[in-house]
């Protein structure tokens, strides 16, 4: 079935980690996206990426960083600079980046042991 | 901020048709609406956008005023698994415009 792909469900990362989570999307989009969401809160953009080899910061780049080397993934690595990584992360595809909708896979859960 | 105002909750019975206003009174010509729902713990699910017709799907109906200012969302014949977080959201075109989530409206559906 076509869709996005994250994983792991569930992330734990000790105190001065960086930690990779991953996002695969089988869909042909051009365009994506991740988001952060706290409990109780709606999203805020952490980083998206229109084409292959380029991305540009959201509203909440700082503590994060990504790479965009083939058209199906999107990884996002979470630093040790991040003082606040505890959330659930989502990432996100759309066709392009016009009124084309964004569609998202199931999150990745992070922690802080 | 979110730039649209929801109902915080709503009840609805088992195949009776779930109605979802949404308020976006200072929509720009070049914005969408766009309806997303998110069940606990999962990512959000897209269900349906429009600019300034009706819209329909095999999910759900849109159906946006004459003057843009508000909209509805219609599930014609709710189920349990429709019982989620509905999100109302108006973005513009363009690079990098992120959804903006507000608080949406959490719908039960009971039997």
């Known amino acids: 079935d076509g869709g996005i792909t994250q994983s792991p469900k569930y992330l734990f990362r000790k105190e001065g980690q960086n930690v990779t989570l991953s996002c695969e999307q089988n869909?042909?989009?051009?365009?994506m996206y991740w988001y952060r969401q706290d409990p109780g809160q709606g999203l805020r953009l952490i980083y998206y990426s229109q084409i292959v080899n380029d991305f540009q910061k959201g509203d909440i780049a700082e503590g994060y960083s990504v790479s965009r080397e083939k058209k199906e993934s999107f990884p996002l690595t979470v630093t040790s600079a991040q003082k606040n990584p505890t959330a659930f992360y989502l990432c996100?595809?759309?066709?392009?980046?016009?009124?084309?909708?964004?569609?998202f896979g199931d999150g990745t859960r992070l922690s802080i042991l | 901020d979110a730039k649209t105002t929801q109902p915080t909750s709503m009840d609805c019975a088992e195949g009776r048709a779930a109605n979802l206003p949404c308020n976006h009174s200072t929509i720009s010509g070049n914005e969408y609406v766009y309806w997303y729902r998110q069940i606990h713990s999962q990512g959000p699910q897209y269900i349906i956008h429009?600019?300034?017709n009706n819209e329909t799907n095999e999910m759900a109906s849109l159906i946006i005023t004459e003057d843009r200012k508000s909209s509805t969302l219609i599930l014609p014949h709710a189920t349990l698994r429709d019982t989620a977080v509905y999100y109302c959201?108006?973005?513009?075109?363009?690079?990098?415009?992120?959804?903006?989530f507000g608080k949406g409206t959490t719908l039960s559906v009971s039997s």
């Open positions: 869909l042909n989009h051009d365009a």
């Open positions: 996100a595809s759309s066709k392009d980046t016009s009124n084309q909708p964004q569609h």
């Open positions: 959201i108006v973005r513009p075109l363009g690079a990098g415009t992120a959804l903006i």
């Open positions: 429009g600019l300034k």
